[in-house]
């Protein structure tokens, strides 16, 4: 593992030097390839550190043992070797998983696509019970979570509601979101106290930077159109919700959210971006799925992934047959643990990859 671990700590340091270069600096998309990179060792490398201290403090314990006669010292020297044979052994476990060859897309911002499926008006409600969810759930990560389009359901929640979440390893996380989210329970239309079962489906996209895709500019239509909804006086009289369509794939991403026609026309052209490289992105998911029982929701998005059921207050995760009963909880933006066991379960199954 050591001489792994020697030879990335070289890398560091020689993408570090390159960094430094006045042609590198000249270059950007070689330059934010490069920070990336050395951002993503750079806990490797910090683990390496210590991995290599407690390494040679094993030596010169085991080396103490050879030469020394005292028995109290001696007794100090063989304590003190189990200690760090204990760290050791920790370390090599958690520096496995880092070596774990990561999904090049954890890094970025994501875009968040939730849509009401079968139950009528509930499943729009079910819709909108997700959406304050992940909005919770982004505040507590300290996530910044921006509206892009929304169409709210007759009676209350969203038919669709699209948004940009940017932060940190924030596609990383919200990935296992991806899939059919059902919820069972008695619907607020409901008068005879019957239990319903409806659906929602969320997609979480790897937002594409420039550099990700290029699209040319001639093969874009643009149309402007008056927003719709809440919004104050400039709803329905100005023209700045904008439809962009790419011509070559018929991909449509429209923005009203913004006053600004500018603003609504940057959001549409990073939502029509990301659409169009998901085309290309599909093939590797579609590769992960069919290896990874958790990753099946963002390789085959039609798969029932979770169900929320109100009567028992509890929460299954279906592709680990993981159940809480903490819905309440959940539902407030509480779904870390959900992440957390999803994410465990996708190391173990990369680990077995590496080692087959």
Not at 66 to 76: A, G, I, L, P, Q
Not at 160 to 169: Q, S
Not at 319 to 347: F, P, V, W
Request: aromatic share 6%.
């Amino acid at each position: 593992m050591l001489d792994k671990l020697e030879a990335i700590h070289q890398r560091f340091l020689d993408i570090g030097t390159k960094m430094n270069d006045p042609s590198v600096i000249a270059d950007m998309k070689k330059f934010i390839q490069l920070n990336k990179d050395y951002k993503e060792l750079e806990p490797i490398v910090e683990a390496y550190k210590v991995y290599k201290n407690v390494m040679d403090n094993i030596s010169s314990t085991k080396e103490i043992l050879k030469t020394e006669k005292d028995d109290e010292f001696r007794e100090m020297a063989k304590s003190e070797l189990n200690t760090l044979t204990e760290k050791k052994e920790e370390l090599e476990e958690s520096i496995r998983v880092m070596l774990i060859p990561k999904d090049p897309q954890d890094s970025k911002n994501a875009i968040l696509e939730i849509r009401a499926g079968t139950g009528g008006d509930e499943a729009s409600i079910f819709a909108g019970d997700l959406y304050r969810m992940y909005l919770k759930f982004c505040e507590t990560k300290g996530w910044k979570m921006e509206a892009i389009d929304a169409t709210e359901g007759t009676v209350g929640g969203f038919k669709e509601v699209i948004l940009e979440v940017k932060g940190n390893e924030v596609y990383g996380q919200l990935k296992y979101e991806s899939g059919v989210h059902r919820v069972q329970r008695v619907p607020k239309t409901e008068t005879q106290g019957r239990v319903h079962t409806s659906a929602a489906s969320v997609v979480v996209l790897p937002e594409a930077e420039e550099f990700d895709v290029e699209v040319n500019m001639n093969d874009i239509r643009k149309d402007t159109f008056c927003s719709s909804g809440p919004g104050g006086q400039s709803v329905n009289t100005t023209y700045s919700a904008i439809r962009l369509t790419h011509i070559p794939t018929g991909i449509v991403a429209t923005c009203q959210d913004e006053k600004s026609q500018i603003k609504n026309y940057e959001k549409a052209l990073s939502v029509l971006r990301t659409r169009i490289y998901e085309l290309e992105y599909q093939k590797y998911l579609d590769d992960v799925s069919s290896k990874r029982k958790t990753m099946v929701s963002t390789g085959d998005r039609s798969a029932k992934i979770r169900t929320y059921n109100w009567p028992q207050g509890r929460v299954t995760d279906h592709r680990i047959g993981l159940t809480l009963y903490n819905l309440q909880s959940i539902i407030d933006g509480n779904i870390q643990e959900l992440i957390d066991q999803l994410q465990l379960a996708e190391n173990a199954e990369r680990l077995k990859e590496a080692t087959e």
